[in-house]
């Protein structure tokens, strides 16, 4: 991709994050990491003293060392390797597997029922708890900097469920107070605004230009009356071949009806079954430099391009080509929920600096009181968790995180069992705890390898739960002066290997404060999906998993470091002197995967969705986790928590 030698790119310098490469220690005397303390013969470190996940930098979210257990046993090797499970004796009121926002609200849940003495055990294989809600923290000098991992924010398409909301109060999170906290003027009063960055490679040439709103993520759409002349200046900017520029042009300014003569009903339909990039392509014959343009727009969303997105989704994003189609503003049949607009839910927003990992504290805080110090909801901001209470004989509730569930099955019949008994791998051992009950908040793909039991009709629909794959990178910088010279806090780059750059949304809060002055260090965050154009999404997801799991920190360094470089290139940015720190959160197993009317008829057509078989309780276990609704949001999680627990304390 780059000229550059890995010597100017810098990836030879002492940054936090080469001490461990893809989770091992190259460093002598480095700290070991929680999977090496196992190998070392300590079987618990989450006992350590020094046990602090969210500050490792390098390959975060899906670790290395969370996801060889159940791997194997998803290869039938497993069992073979492990030896008989040591029984630990424990029994609890209430297994979690999961220590997402659905297994934590499940557990908040259940002691609503069952009191608050109820004896409850989670277990996540990941050695942070939480699940995509993750935190990063970084020190830079004397600076301390926190950011997302994986869950940006509280917001959701639909507005909040009495159930959701109640547990966002419930916490004392006050959503409506979110302006008090963030500085929303601050990147507008610098002058700096979102960019969109054409690549040589797809564009011909390296160039980053002001551009419009529906593309790269900002406040101002060059629709709007008073913003012509940017618009104009974009296109005089942008190096696009002139077809693309005057068919551009006609697309945002010249309604016209593709479909003249059908009902609305019938143009939502055909829309519906036609991907955006055909739609372009085929309909509104726009040049190929516009197609590419508007490729990688919804990445952040659905973890594919406008290849596998609908023509009606489309239209609900406010993508540009349906202003003349007197479309009925009523949702078409088989749109996606998240191209639904909905004002009141667009309301209910906030931003913690770590991302809704402040949730998965708050909730940890209220089921472990001593895990996080502290007494109000804003102050869990900069509360560093204490990891060797979270199993502590004085609780009731414990979380044991580096645990693996790889076997869940009643003690007896399913109809008539009392028990569950819950096998899982830990430190290279399998052990086995019992409970009363067992709610499943892990992946959907996982459960049919550790329930074997299930009807084979519910394991169908539980492996049809495909993950969306992402990267969401974070790069601590030493100052953000280059974004300043070129006058961008956003960019989208639509042919590059992440698609979406931006600087830290500014919040303070808790007594945590946000970089204000561009000479103070700062996290960027970058987004990346590893999608494959072309194909069905549910492959393009599978392609994209494999390729997560395949490329190593050093590429996704390199890759990083080079594209910085070209983007900020005209504002001087030096990779090699500027980046203190990268932690790329891989997650190959990502995003629930939301319906599409492209792929999935039954969305069109209606009828038993494969979430509603998958998430049937089958005697003792309930399941809950986000894929349970197949809807990629925290207020999901939180639901299908209290559905699962619902059906389990109603027996
Ligand atoms: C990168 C990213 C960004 C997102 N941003 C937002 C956002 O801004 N707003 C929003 O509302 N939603 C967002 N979402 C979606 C939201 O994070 C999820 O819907 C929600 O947090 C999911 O919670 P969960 O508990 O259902 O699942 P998870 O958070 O995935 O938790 C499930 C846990 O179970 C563990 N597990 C799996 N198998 C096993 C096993 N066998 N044994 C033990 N543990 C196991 C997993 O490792 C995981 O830790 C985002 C998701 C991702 C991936």
Known sequence: MSDRTDRELGM???????????????????????????????????????????????????????FDAAHSLRDGTFWDAAGAPQDTGETYDLIVVGGGISGLSAAHFYRKTAGANARI?????HDDFGGHAKRNEFRVGNAFRLGFGGTFSVESP??????????????????????????????????????????????????????PASLAGGEKDYDAPDNREAWKQFLADAPLAAQAKSDLDRL?????????????????????????????????????????????????????????????DAWGLGLPGFEGMKLDPAPGKGMNRDTIPNEEAEKYFFHFPDGNASIARLLVRNLIPNAIPGNSWNDVVLAKASYSTLE????????????????VKHVGDAATAKEV????????????????????????????????????????????????????????LHNWTSFQKVNANSVYAPGCYHTRVALDLPVSIGGYECARKAEEPIVVHMMKT???????????????????????FETMERKIREQLARTLGAGGFDPAREIAAITV???????????????????????????????????????????????????????????????????
């Open 12 to 66: 030879k310098r002492n940054i936090t994050r080469r001490d461990f490469l893809n989770g091992v220690a190259v460093t002598a005397g480095a700290t070991l990491m929680p999977w090496e303390l196992f190998a070392a013969g300590d079987v618990d470190p989450q006992k350590s003293p020094s046990y602090n996940p969210p500050a490792l930098t390098g390959l975060r979210g899906s670790h290395p060392g969370s």
């Open 121 to 125: 055990l989670i277990l996540d294989n």
């Open 158 to 211: 639909a507005p909040y469920s009495k159930e959701a909301r109640g547990l966002i109060e419930e916490l004392g999170i006050d959503v409506a107070s979110y302006p008090k906290y963030h500085d929303a003027k601050l990147y507008q009063s610098l002058s700096l605004r979102s960019k969109i960055f054409f690549d040589k490679e797809t564009f011909g040439v390296d160039k980053l230009v002001a551009g």
């Open 252 to 312: 945002r300014h010249d309604p016209r009806d593709y479909f003249p003569g059908l009902s609305s009903t019938e143009k939502k339909a055909k829309l519906a079954r036609v991907s955006y990039a055909a739609f372009l392509r085929d309909v509104v014959k726009v040049h190929e430099d516009a197609v590419k343009l508007y490729q990688a727009v919804p990445h952040g969303l659905f973890g594919v391009g406008i290849d596998a997105v609908s023509a009606q």
């Open 392 to 407: 502590s004989s004085a609780s009731p509730v414990r979380i044991r995180l580096n645990s693996t569930a790889v076997r």
């Open 421 to 476: 008994e819950v096998a899982y791998a830990r430190g290279g051992k399998v052990y086995t705890a019992k409970a009363k009950n067992c709610v499943l908040a892990c992946w959907h793909v996982v459960i049919p390898y550790i329930c074997e039991d299930l009807p084979q009709k519910q394991k169908d629909a539980l492996a049809s739960a495909q993950k969306v794959p992402l990267l969401y990178t974070n790069v601590a």
């Open 530 to 552: 590893p999608c494959k154009p072309g194909r069905p999404a549910r492959d393009q997801h599978t392609a994209g998993r494999i390729e997560l799991f395949n490329t190593t």
């Open 585 to 651: 959160n891989r997650w190959p197993h990502g995003y629930a995967y939301e319906y599409n009317s492209l792929f999935d008829p039954f969305w069109l057509e209606g009828g038993e969705t494969p979430c509603e078989v998958a998430r049937k309780s089958f005697g003792r276990i309930a399941i809950a986790n986000a894929d349970a609704g197949a809807y990629a949001y925290t207020d999901e999680a939180i639901n299908q928590a209290w559905r699962a627990v619902g059906e389990l304390t109603k027996r």
